[in-house]
């Protein structure tokens, strides 16, 4: 009966045994919010101590949780300053038009343009590239040809877009002429010819990350457009 | 094409041709000079630098059409004609 008149985390003790035994070495350790002096004298110094491990570690945890904040808020800052430094190869507007007239090819490096063509499903045209490949040297101009026959019996308009693959070649690939981006209508049954008139930039030559780029796969893909309809320009901002 | 998820590449951005698109020669007016540039570049191995005065003489061709020679007359397509402008002078050099 005198179990019972003992604080609740010490009534196990009372059972025989082993189990017993165990029970008592259990309730024989401190709750660990007990400071672990007894000595009065003591007990402040490490109330303080105490108090300045808290402060250490939510500096410390702040400095973490900061840290994985940076890493994430890293990617559009790093996507501003490339923007308004011009470095890291985002065009700048304006490049290309100027240099026409005055770069110079490099003719030590020959690069393989090939053509690919793509219909979407719902765009019955037959759409083809009229020439394989064409070797080109950065700083050339390049025409290029593409034909497409609309089958039907009704007038289509397309649209276009296109692709350049490696994509860090694309930044190099300037059109001057080419009929995509803008709506384009075939009548029944007819078939056109559609002329792409493209450089590679010379400063191609001087990227060491297109050293061993040899081979540029241009990719064309039509859709159908609704007429009348201004369509943005694809990308990812 | 690349997804959104992509945050460390590059993704691609395609980027309209600078000064526009060509009007298209739907009445094959120019055929003649497109067959012959790509009858040139299946003689010389589909190499651009040999076959410049047939693209040249085709980029010529389409400059001499009404439908571009009026184009100076319509403002908002001032630009196409500049673009061939362009386009010749990158060929004659």
Known sequence: MAVLGRPPWRRLGACWGWWGGRAAALQQRQPPWRLKSTNPFTREQEQEWRRRNRTVLMYVAAAAVGMIGASYAAVPLYRLYCQTTGLGGSTVAGHASDQIETMVPVKDRIIKVTFNADVHASLHWNFRPQQTEIYVVPGETALAFYKAKNPTDKPVIGI?????????????????????????????????????????????????????????????????????????????? | ??????????????????????????????????????????????????????????????????????????????????SFDLSLEGIQR
Do not use: W
């Open chain 1, 160 to 237: 276009s877009t296109y692709n350049v693959v490696p994509f860090a070649a694309g930044q190099y690939f300037n059109k001057i002429q080419c009929f995509c981006f803008e709506e384009q209508r075939l009548n029944p049954q007819e078939e056109v010819d559609m002329p792409i008139f493209f450089f590679i930039d010379p400063e191609f030559a001087e990227d060491p990350k297109m050293a061993k780029v040899d081979v540029i796969t241009l990719s064309y893909t039509f859709f159908e457009a609704k007429g009348g309809h201004k369509l943005p320009v694809p990308g990812y901002n």
């Open chain 2, 1 to 82: 094409m690349s997804t959104a998820m992509n945050f460390g590449t590059k993704s691609f951005q395609p980027r309209p041709p600078d000064k526009g698109s060509f009007p298209l020669d739907h009445f094959g007016e120019c055929k003649a000079f497109k067959e012959k540039f790509l009858k040139c570049l299946r003689d010389n191995n589909f190499e651009n630098t040999l076959c410049r005065n047939e693209s040249k003489e085709y980029l010529e061709c389409r400059m001499e059409r009404p439908q571009i020679k009026n184009l100076s007359s319509r403002r908002s397509l001032v630009d196409q004609k500049e």
